[in-house]
């Protein structure tokens, strides 16, 4: 082992190793693992095994590196789609709240890290459980002056006290709603009460309001206080463990964004677990389907595109997993296209598909110097194979091409080598 290797004994490498891998079915943290390719035992910077590392995005951001573990694995609850459930036959272990500080900062001063993304399975009630988390962060806070970044998942039945506790030493707060239509979350989690959860999201959205209206009003010369979860509040729900449609998981994530103005709504996939309920499929859910939700939920928040205009672009309520749903969209609105990229609107050409905002940009730029050539457009784009279907420029009309039986295949063909989405 390497000399800046981190030591630790049999016992609490064995609960990183399993609370670890039970937090990596929460996707509210971006990516569920790091690289295992590097060991403690190759001494390269940053590796430590595999375990408990995912990457999320900073308020600036910036791409860091999360210590992502459960405090325990151990839980009340009997939510039939979740791995530590109560009747689950899974290795259990808990954490003391000083082995979380202790295990943060150790790999924090290793560079492994560069924060902590923490949640557990409910023990006792909540409120204890919600003090046990909260506890971490202030202990890394206060008794340890930790500046990195903190990431806590809230438990939404736990006192108002102990969350706006929370949100002074956390940089970002999550409640999951689990999944997209509150029968189902009946059916499947009858603990859990999807109304609870919305009304703890919006007092946590009336809290992050409050300090950023005070943040606005301080005077100049006045020293900030830390503002409640400056990183804000997001979600997750589950894809798949249910019948709800990719129009019912859009619909609910549109509600969530206006209504409580969250950063950002995870999806993850459905995947069968040991020893599940009848009810829940047998088969996995795509992660196509999970990719294609996440594709669609950047168009809503990104692109300018309203749900009726993607879910009118579905089949039977569901996104095409073949093709991405702004091009999904585009072969069924032929009529908007081509457009002319030497004089449509910022908001026009972004409904091309294979551009995105910083293609778009970049061509409106330009354009201002001289009229843009199909070449010009390939510079600034990562590919002009699909795009060029849908545009004019100097010198290029795409002909009759547009209306062509073959178009699906043509463009199908070039997503076989990138997902064009832009």
Not at 135 to 164: C, N, W
Not at 201 to 212: C, N, P, S, T
Not at 301 to 324: K, Q, S, V
Not at 374 to 403: C, N, Q, Y
Request: net charge positive.
């Amino acid at each position: 082992m390497s000399e800046g290797a981190l030591r630790m004994d049999a016992k609490l490498k064995l609960k990183l190793e399993i609370l670890a891998d039970a937090a990596k079915y929460d996707a509210s943290c971006a990516s569920s693992g790091g690289a295992k390719q590097n060991s403690l035992r190759s001494g390269g910077m940053g590796s430590i095994e595999g375990s408990g590392i995912c990457h999320a995005y900073a308020p600036d951001g910036r791409c860091i590196s999360l210590l992502k573990i459960l405090l325990t694995n151990y839980c009340k609850f009997e939510c039939a789609y979740c791995i530590n459930r109560r009747s689950s036959n899974v290795r259990r272990a808990r954490f003391t709240v000083k082995e979380v500080v202790d295990l943060t900062l150790s790999f924090y001063r290793r560079n492994y890290i560069e924060g902590l993304f923490l949640s557990s399975g409910i023990i006792r009630d909540s409120d204890y459980t919600m003090e046990q988390v909260v506890a971490v962060a202030r202990s890394l806070r206060e008794d340890h002056q930790f500046r990195g970044y903190i990431h806590l998942k809230t438990i939404p039945d736990a006192s108002p006290e102990l969350m706006e506790e929370a949100g002074r030493y956390a940089d970002r707060l999550s409640i999951n709603v689990e999944l997209p239509r509150e029968e189902a979350l009946a059916e499947y989690a009858p603990e859990k009460d999807g109304r609870r959860i919305r009304k703890t999201m919006g007092a946590l959205r009336v809290k992050i309001d409050e300090q950023r209206e005070e943040e606005r009003k301080r005077p100049a010369h006045q020293t900030p206080r830390r503002r409640f979860a400056p990183a804000g509040q997001s979600t997750q729900m589950i894809v798949g463990a249910d019948a709800s449609s990719d129009a019912d998981v859009l619909t609910t994530s549109t509600a969530l964004y206006s209504g409580y103005q969250l950063r950002r709504v995870y999806y993850s996939a459905f995947s069968p677990i040991p020893d599940s309920s009848s009810a829940l499929p047998l088969k996995p859910a795509p992660l196509q389907r999970e990719h294609r939700l996440y594709q669609a939920d950047w168009m809503l928040r990104f692109y300018g595109f309203a749900l009726p205009e993607i879910i009118a672009a579905t089949d039977n309520d569901m996104l095409d997993l073949a093709i991405d749903p702004k091009l999904a969209w585009a072969m069924r609105n032929r009529h908007f296209f081509p457009l002319d990229v030497n004089a449509a609107s910022y908001e026009e050409l972004l409904r091309i598909p294979g551009l995105g905002p910083r293609s778009v940009k970049r061509i409106i730029a330009s354009r201002r110097w001289r009229r843009l050539r199909l070449d010009d457009v390939a510079r600034v784009t990562r590919t002009i194979k699909t795009a060029r279907t849908f545009m004019t420029a100097e010198g290029w009309h795409p002909g009759g091409s547009l209306d062509a039986a073959h178009l699906r295949q043509h463009l199908l063909q070039g997503q076989k080598q990138l997902d064009l989405f832009g």
